[in-house]
Structure formats: C-alpha cells, structure tokens
C-alpha cells in the first residue's frame, strides 16, 4: 500500500498581511499530481486544514476543491483536526463529502478506524483529532497534558487494533519528544514542557502521520511529520516543502521518500548596513522574493519598509538589529512579548516587566492554567 503523508496546510493563512490563497493551490494541485503519478492508494493530512476556526467562504472552496481532485485519482483520503481547526467545523463538512472522504474529527470515534485493505490484508488508519484536555476530562477523568490524552487515545487504537488485526496507521497532531519547532511559528501546545508527547506513546502501530511542525523531520523509521506545504514564516525560509511517501509491505513500513513540493516565491533574509540594502549589488538576486531585512544601522532608518519596497516589492519585514548596543542595554518588553510561545509566556513577560524582574510564581502559574483552561471551554463551546 502507497501512503501519501502532509499536514498544515492552514488555508487562509497570510503572509505578513498577503493573501496565500492562489499560492497554496497552486501547490496543492502539484501535490494531487504528484498522488497520481506515484498511484498513492491513501492521503493523510495531518491536521490544520484551516487556519483558523472560523474560515472565509474561499477557504472551504479550496478545500473541497482539493479534496475532491485528490479522491478524483482514485485515492482515499483521510483528514484529522489540529489546534487551529474548528472540529466542529470541519467536521459539519464530513457529512456533506463524498465516498472516499472521510474526516476525523470526533475523539469519541478514534477507536474506529478508516479500513483499506491491499494484497496483504486490511490497513487500520485511526486518525486521532487534535485533543485538548481541558475539554476531554469529562470523558478522561484526570488527564491534564497532551502527554496524557495522547496516552489514553492510543491506548484505545491498541486495543481496537489488537480485535481487528492487520497493519496500523495512527494520524496525529502534537509535539513530539525530539521535535525541533519553528521559533514564533506553530501556535504552542504545551505548557512547560509538560505536554511534549514521548514517543513511547506511539508504540504499537506501523506508521505514525504527525502534524503541527511545520519543517520536514524524522524522530524515528516510522514516525514523521511532513510539514507544511508553503512557506508561512521567514524562519522556515531553509526548510524544503513536500510530503512523505510511505509504502508498507506484509510486515510493515518498506520504504519512506521525500516527494518535494514548489517554493511559489522564495523567501530570503538581508542582513547589513540599511544603505547597502538599498543600493548594494549584492543583493540583485533577492529582488523577486519574499525580503526580510535586518538591518543594522546604529539608529533606526526613517520610514524603511516603503523604501526597501522600492527595491524589493515583496519586502515584508524589516527589523532594526543595532550590531553595537548600549552598555548594559538588556532585552526590552516588546522583545520579550515577541518572544512569547503561548498565553502564559505573556503573562509571565507582563508581570515581569512591572514587577522589577519578577515572574509568575508557582501558585499563579497554576491559576493562570485552570483560567487559560476555561476560557479554552468558553471558546469551544461558543
């Protein structure tokens, strides 16, 4: 059996403030050329469809678009809920696809797996929603971390799967022990370190689909995240786009190839002295691309972004970096709240800031959680 593996495509994402709608389709169509050449028998797609929770009209077209040219080569395909989806949502959708669609997005049907059988048998795919565990202690009494509720759900895939038998695919969407994150990128999903999943918790299937990282890695033979398929960040700028191929024989998973995906528009980060920025010759290749400039000039540049627009129209972020900073000059407030991976990083550099130094302490962290944790309830149930 041929497996095509991707994950995050975020549709409706923007680009410091551009559209990426046309861009990502492109890449989408290449991605549904590339099933069919290859004869994929199954697409999995790791999580964040969407971008958001509530998408724009032009989101749910594109998906349906690519959802249905995917089954049209005779694929199946299977689609999970991430953090940023409403799986609510897009699981309203599910009902509306076609045979050959399935998306999974209710975590009390994860013991129900998407069964398609080759020469060597059935394959059990059990796609595993993106879990919050503010939401499932109802059900999972005690479970705090997405270590936890990881933890419960594959213990229900192994012992659906011990009854059917066959080979595995579980289809999830978290941090994974040795995962190396884009910094200020993928929305945190952990608090403290507490919620990085080991990958012990993975044990006992064939093949594990990860999604929320969005750079191409390995953390071991059978467990991949394949990343995103566009470029969302400045800091993915060097990471390659594509999706994992996977063909699993009678024993397992026999072979893992790198299927690459177009770069729409490259994305390049300038470094110097603003003037050479603006003129230097140096810099002639990175007039078509994505521009990042960081320049470092000992005071800031009078109006910079128009006028490295001038040279670079696609020029969509400029930083003042000073190479020679004041004596005793530390990290400012405004650094430290760019800095921050979560809500409670924000608070954390809040209270710091107006308390001489002085952080969140123990017993604030712990209400800071069960608040961030209710208003999670709020928002889902809203």
Request: proline fraction near 5%.
């Amino acid at each position: 059996m041929r497996i095509l593996h991707t994950s995050d495509w975020h549709i409706g994402r923007t680009f410091h403030g551009h559209a990426t709608l046309d861009a990502l389709r492109g890449v989408l169509e290449t991605l549904t050329a590339q099933v069919r050449e290859n004869e994929v028998d199954v697409v999995v797609v790791a999580g964040d469809v969407f971008d958001s929770a509530t998408p724009a009209a032009a989101c749910y077209t594109l998906l349906s678009d690519t959802l249905r040219a995917l089954a049209d080569t005779g694929a199946q395909v299977i689609v999970t809920s991430g953090n940023h989806d409403s799986a609510a949502r897009l699981g309203f959708q599910a009902g509306l696809l076609r045979d050959g669609i399935h998306v999974l997005t209710d975590p009390s049907r994860i013991g129900d797996p998407v069964t398609v059988s080759d020469a060597f048998g059935p394959v059990q795919f059990y796609g595993i929603p993106f879990l919050e565990p503010a939401l499932l202690r109802a059900q999972w009494p005690g479970v705090r971390s997405q270590a936890e509720v990881l933890g419960r759900a594959m213990d229900i895939v192994r012992g659906d799967l011990a009854v059917r038998g066959g080979r595995s695919v579980a289809i999830a969407h978290c941090f994974a022990a040795g995962v190396e994150p884009t910094p200020h990128l993928e929305r945190d999903i952990q608090q403290g370190g507490l919620d990085v999943v080991p990958l012990s918790v993975f044990e006992g299937v064939d093949y594990v689909a990860l999604g929320h990282i969005h750079g191409r890695q390995q953390l071991a033979p059978r467990v991949r995240y394949a990343g995103a398929p566009l470029h969302y960040s400045f800091g993915e700028g060097d990471k390659p786009r594509g999706s994992w191929l996977i063909d699993l024989d009678a024993e397992g998973v026999a072979d893992a190839t790198w299927l690459a995906l177009p770069v729409p528009r490259r994305l390049v980060t300038l470094r110097g002295p603003f003037e050479d920025l603006l003129t230097g010759a140096a810099h002639a290749d990175a007039e078509d691309a994505w521009v990042c400039v960081e320049y470092t000039d000992a005071l800031p540049a009078r109006d910079p972004l128009r006028r490295l627009q001038e040279r670079f129209p696609h020029c969509a972020k400029v930083v003042h970096v000073p190479e020679v900073l004041a004596a005793g000059d530390v990290r400012s407030y405004a650094q430290r709240v760019r800095a921050a991976r979560s809500d409670a990083e924000l608070v954390d550099a809040f209270l710091s800031h107006v308390r001489d130094g002085q952080g969140t302490t123990d017993a604030e962290r712990e209400l800071l959680r069960d608040v961030l944790d209710e208003r999670v309830r709020a928002e889902a149930l809203a």
